[in-house]
């Protein structure tokens, strides 16, 4: 998707709907706008595109693909998923700026028209998107990290030992399932009801 800058002003109609909550790196934007602002050329500056969200929060990505030519820079900007991790009104600013020593001499923003991000469908008993999403990263994290530790000290990983281990408790589960419920019942109970295979009665004097 192509969207042409008109000076410093920035249209978003054609992507004002097109994002959803949970998405990542889902839509990439070319951004064309002008090479030379009041004389100055833009081609050696860095682009910072910001976002505040309808609660407050404030992203921002360095837009890393730029292609000049004589009169129009191409900015690719592949939306990062951290703008899309709150629905509703999603304030957009983009800026080209100087880096100078630790400080950034900003040259020009770009006034864009707020965009909307929409809901991700959810039932009652779903968790929020960006909560499961988390998890599910989190739990993938967590297997890579460990079977990156089990490789890298293999030398001193005995699986031989945990399979023993894992015999010894499936030999203690099957002699635990093997033995007999033990159902203490009265005489009168005993002679009603009817009786269960591989259980043990044991008849008891009636309060």
């Known amino acids: 998707m192509e969207v042409f800058a008109n000076g410093k002003n920035i249209p978003t109609y054609s992507f004002g709907n097109l994002f959803t909550q949970g998405e990542?790196?889902?839509?990439t934007i070319n951004i064309i706008v002008d090479r030379f602002y009041n004389?100055?050329?833009?081609?050696?500056?860095?682009?910072?595109?910001?976002?505040v969200t309808e609660d407050g929060w404030e992203i921002n990505q360095v837009i890393a693909s730029k292609r000049a030519d004589i009169k129009k820079i191409?900015?690719?900007?592949?939306?990062?998923?951290?703008?899309?991790?709150?629905?509703?009104?999603?304030?957009?600013?983009?800026?080209?700026?100087y880096p100078k020593n630790d400080e950034i001499n900003t040259i020009i923003k770009y006034s864009m028209p707020s965009v909307y991000v929409k809901p991700s469908p959810n039932g009652k008993n779903a968790p929020l998107p960006e909560t499961i999403e988390q998890a599910v990263g989190n739990i993938?994290?967590?297997?890579?990290?460990?079977?990156?530790?089990?490789?890298?000290?293999?030398d001193g990983f005995d699986i031989d030992e945990v399979k023993q281990r894992l015999d010894i408790m499936e030999a203690n589960n099957a002699v635990y399932l093997a033995r007999p419920e033990v159902i203490a019942v009265t005489q009168k109970e005993y002679d009603?009801?009817?009786?269960?295979?591989?259980?043990?009665?044991?008849?008891?004097?009636?309060?």
């Open 24 to 27: 990542r790196l889902a839509d």
């Open 140 to 154: 993938a994290i967590a297997t890579d990290e460990g079977l990156k530790a089990i490789q890298e000290k293999v």
């Open 74 to 97: 191409n900015l690719k900007w592949n939306v990062s998923g951290d703008f899309t991790i709150n629905c509703g009104n999603l304030q957009l600013e983009l800026s080209a700026y």
């Open 39 to 51: 004389d100055t050329d833009l081609s050696n500056a860095s682009f910072l595109m910001k976002g």
């Open 192 to 207: 009603s009801s009817e009786h269960k295979k591989n259980s043990l009665y044991v008849i008891i004097k009636e309060k």
